[in-house]
């Protein structure tokens, strides 16, 4: 057998260095370095790093790369923060009237006066009435200048009903008034509200979705694992609920709520009625989910060893597609807040003193008061803003619920 040839070094008219010269076998490459059977078993550090990850890391991994999903998840969390210390953020009192700017419209901060810089502030307003139209006319005063305080003593209110306190993040000058977002017909602020109204509307949608998933993982579970004819009966059940119009259902259900309920009572209600009528859809997914995992020898295993159908459920079956169930749930707590909304908008949900984005809109439901008074629709920009979001990490968490993907 003819021995290997070296590689050859001709110049670059030639072959290159790397083949062999012409009539010469061709060679294969052989490391010098001693063979280590072990060296294919040995991982990176960032090979282990990701075959050692759980599964919540891997979609949390995957969940980061979805920047819409990430930028909706902190601005959600960032306004439920908000909620917490919505006295303190408002500048007036939620019940707060000054019956002097009765439709006033938004004000202007500015930073310069005359080219000097002077801080935040608004100029002053002078109120006349035109008495062709009836319409209150607001003149700005450039000499009349308010500069606004900060974490200052203002309105006086409770914090979360319980303690009493005046703090103030923004307060108008002594004397001033300050409309970031115009007043209504009573002469309210129209920012102040907006921040109350958000936390009864965006945590009846939490508390909604909890009744819901409470009961559709109850009732999905037991039907999924059990079977027959309670299966049977809570199929039937749930397209009798999915067969009839939400809004129409939604109404009637509120409308047989007594007036002389309390409003916290009508909270209540209202957060339970959509609590039961949205189990349904994540019911048939947890049944769904519940009717291929039942058959695996894991839960052979868990019934031969006596464990009881609520720990097979519980411990075994629901965990297995829990990364699912928190994407549902993201999906229908934008439903539940425009239920709220709704309801509230019809003059059938939640009634005055408590405030909600929907009993805001009520203020804007003529054709005439939003022509001649605009800013009355800026409560619907956060119910915009809040639905996108959850939307969108709906979105993300439902890509990252797969990370294998």
């Known amino acids: 057998m003819t021995a290997p040839h070296p590689p050859s070094t001709t110049t670059s008219s030639g072959p290159p260095a790397c083949l062999p010269a ?39 991994w995957k969940f980061k790369r979805h920047r819409v999903a990430v930028a909706s998840l902190v601005f959600l969390v960032v306004l439920y923060a908000m909620v917490t ?6 500048p007036y009192n939620l019940h707060t009237r000054n019956v002097d700017f009765i439709h006033a419209p938004p ?34 005063d450039p000499e009349r200048i308010e500069k606004l305080r900060f974490f200052c003593s203002g309105d006086a209110y409770n914090f979360w009903g319980l303690v009493p306190a005046s703090l103030h993040l923004v307060c108008p000058a002594e004397g001033g008034q300050f409309f970031m977002l115009g007043s209504d017909r009573l002469g309210r602020d129209v920012l102040s509200r907006i921040l109350y109204g958000a936390r009864i509307s965006l945590t009846i949608g939490l508390l909604g979705v909890t009744m819901s998933f409470i009961l559709g993982i109850v009732i999905g579970g037991l ?26 259902l939604w109404m009637a259900l509120a409308a047989i709520m007594p007036v002389t309920w309390s409003p916290l009572v009508i909270y209540l209600g209202i957060t339970a009625i959509l609590g039961l009528l949205d189990w349904t859809g994540l019911a048939r997914a947890v049944r769904s989910k519940l009717l291929a995992l039942r058959e695996e020898d894991y839960v052979l295993a868990a019934q031969l060893m006596g464990a009881k159908t609520s720990r097979i459920i519980g411990r075994h079956l629901v965990p297995g597609f829990m990364s699912h169930l928190i994407a549902s749930a993201t999906m229908s707590i934008p439903a539940m807040i425009l239920g709220e909304t709704a309801l509230s908008f019809l003059g059938l949900g939640l009634r005055p003193p408590i405030t909600s984005w929907g009993i805001l809109l009520t203020e804007a439901r003529s054709v005439s008061t939003i022509a001649f008074y605009p800013w009355l629709l800026y409560p619907t920009i956060p119910v915009i803003l809040v639905i996108l979001a959850f939307n969108f990490l709906g979105d993300g968490l439902r890509d990252a619920a797969d990370p294998y993907k």
């Open 22 to 60: 012409p009539g010469q076998p061709l060679t294969h490459f052989v490391s010098a370095a001693p063979f280590d059977p072990m060296a294919v078993e040995t991982m990176s550090e960032e090979q282990k790093h990701a075959y050692e990850a759980s599964q919540l890391q891997l979609m949390w």
């Open 85 to 90: 210390v919505v006295e303190f953020l408002a």
């Open 107 to 140: 004000q202007q901060v500015h930073l310069f006066d005359d080219g000097q810089f002077v801080g935040p502030f608004v100029y002053g307003r002078t109120m006349n009435l035109d008495m062709d139209t009836l319409r209150r006319v607001y003149t700005e």
């Open 223 to 248: 039907a999924g694992y059990k079977g027959g004819v309670f299966d049977l009966i809570v199929q039937r059940v749930i397209e009798v609920l999915q067969s009839i119009p939400s809004i129409p």
